[in-house]
């Protein structure tokens, strides 16, 4: 192929690319064109979405149909053209308007293009896009935070998942981060989108300390209370100012169906606020200050509290075993196992010393040795976990220094040595260190239980050891034997 036919190819693909006609201009490709706009940089250019690779026109086109519905063409001129033999390369001054952001981009770029039987069978850019890629984010965060506000998903969506929008943003006037804001606006869709997106469920505002669920409470949508519970928001999560927990917002703004859905999930009814309301003092109060439909709502909150409290006093009266074990009466917690008890049992929330735990755990806990061969074999958890303290049986056996009911436990099958606690990252060895229990030091140590493990505090045993038992103690030097022995 001639130069000058080269020339008149590159000549027409920016005439046509210039006048916007896209049809003209993909007419000039090879079926099986090589079209490379920009490599994709992993966060770096992946933000623009026509950037990469692309073989084939079905491909190309999915290109320019990408960058047509995200941005605004205002000037895209050739400036120079260079031709030698089957290649050209030409620059072309380009301004557009990134139409989410509306932010407006100045670039040059070089086009590079091969051209054989009077087709364009390569093509790649090349240029600094910088000021692209600025375009697309600058601003996002506010205009994020705008979308939310209004309640525009379709907005959220785009600057989510094309603009690398925050979803942790934080409202710097009132101290809310966008679930929070999507929370108390009832607004489940966007909240959804935002948990889908990496958004905390866990943090707190600036100003109070509240959560998402608390505002949820503001809100009033159950789907929203669902969305973070799913999430793992913490459901007694009591906020430092006032000390509400989320069932007390949900109850201040008379959300009836919230309260009992938050009841239903397991929500603690016996608390204190830090002003001294506890539930009942607010439901009599919101009583008093409120008439006519408002007055009912609170009624129908009153009589699910009542209903909640005495299923739970049921409940109760169903926790004979575990009440035996804590009491001593070793025989007739023998006997209760023998008829069948529920050995799994967890006793409800009523602030107390048992709440979440399992009979295997108190009798762990409490030094009930005689109990634990027959609660294992009636199939007692041992890897059972309060919803409290966030303890194993073999960490309460440890942490109390009960040495026997640990050999027990150590043998039995598929129990985790090494499990560490959410609280501290502590492991039973760690504990057992911690509190001086030499014995239940090297229970665990024979059984192998793993040394190289650190704490939230970073501690390992051996430096628990050192700390608690001395340097020169025997129990520390076969610590650190053992850790020489794994080098």
Not at 87 to 115: C, K, R, Y
Not at 259 to 279: A, C, D, R, S
Not at 353 to 380: E, Q, S, Y
């Amino acid at each position: 192929m001639s130069q000058e036919e080269t020339r008149r190819i590159a000549n027409a693909w920016f005439d046509a690319l210039d006048r916007a006609d896209y049809p003209a201009a993909i007419a000039l490709l090879d079926e099986s064109i090589e079209w490379v706009n920009l490599p994709k940089i992993e966060g770096v250019t992946d933000i623009i979405p026509w950037m990469g690779t692309a073989h084939g026109i079905e491909e190309v086109l999915a290109q320019f149909s990408t960058r047509n519905g995200i941005v605004d063409v205002k000037v895209f001129k050739p400036v120079d053209l260079v031709v030698e033999d089957n290649v050209a390369v030409g620059t072309v001054h380009d301004i557009s308007t990134v139409l989410a952001t509306g932010n407006e981009f100045e670039i040059l770029f070089a086009s590079w293009m091969e051209v054989r039987n009077g087709k364009i069978v390569k093509w790649k850019s090349y240029c600094d896009a910088a000021a692209v890629v600025a375009a697309f984010l600058d601003g996002v965060d506010q205009k994020l935070l705008d979308a939310v506000k209004t309640g525009d998903i379709e907005k959220v969506r785009t600057f989510l998942t094309l603009h690398k929008g925050n979803a942790n943003v934080r409202d710097e006037e009132t101290g809310l981060t966008l679930l929070m804001i999507s929370a108390a606006r009832g607004d489940a869709a966007i909240a959804k989108l935002l948990i889908e997106h990496g958004a905390d469920v866990f943090t707190t505002d600036s100003k109070t300390g509240a959560t998402a669920l608390h505002k949820a409470g503001q809100g009033g949508s159950v789907e929203v209370a669902q969305l973070l519970l799913d999430a793992g928001a913490h459901i007694d999560a009591v906020t430092p100012t006032m000390g509400h927990t989320p069932i007390m917002d949900a109850l201040w703004y008379k959300w009836p169906l919230l309260v009992e859905f938050l009841i239903q999930k397991g929500q603690n009814l016996n608390f204190t606020t830090h002003y001294g309301f506890t539930l009942d003092d607010h439901i009599a109060f919101e009583t008093k200050v409120n008439q006519g439909e408002e007055r009912k709502k609170v009624e129908y909150v009153k009589q699910a509290v009542d209903d909640a409290r005495a299923k739970t006093v049921e409940q109760v009266k169903e926790q004979q075993l575990i009440y035996a074990i804590t009491e001593g009466e070793n025989e007739t917690a023998a006997a209760l196992i023998a008829g069948g008890a529920d050995v799994n049992a967890v006793h409800p929330h009523i602030n107390s010393f048992l709440d979440g735990h399992t009979p295997l755990i108190v009798a762990a806990r409490d030094g009930r040795t005689d109990l634990i061969d027959a609660l294992l074999n009636a199939g007692a958890e041992v890897d059972a976990e309060d919803w409290v303290f966030k303890g194993h049986p073999i960490h309460k056996a440890t942490y109390n220094g009960n040495a026997e009911i640990l050999r027990k436990l150590v043998a039995h099958p598929g129990i985790d040595l090494d499990v560490q606690g959410p609280i501290n990252g502590y492991t039973p060895l760690h504990d057992a260190l911690w509190h001086g229990f030499v014995e239940c030091a090297e229970i665990l140590i024979d059984a192998g239980a793993r040394l190289d493990l650190r704490g939230h505090d970073g501690k390992t045993v051996l430096d628990i050891s050192t700390a608690t038992l001395g340097a020169e103690s025997p129990v520390t030097k076969r610590i650190e034997q053992r850790l020489r022995e794994t080098l």
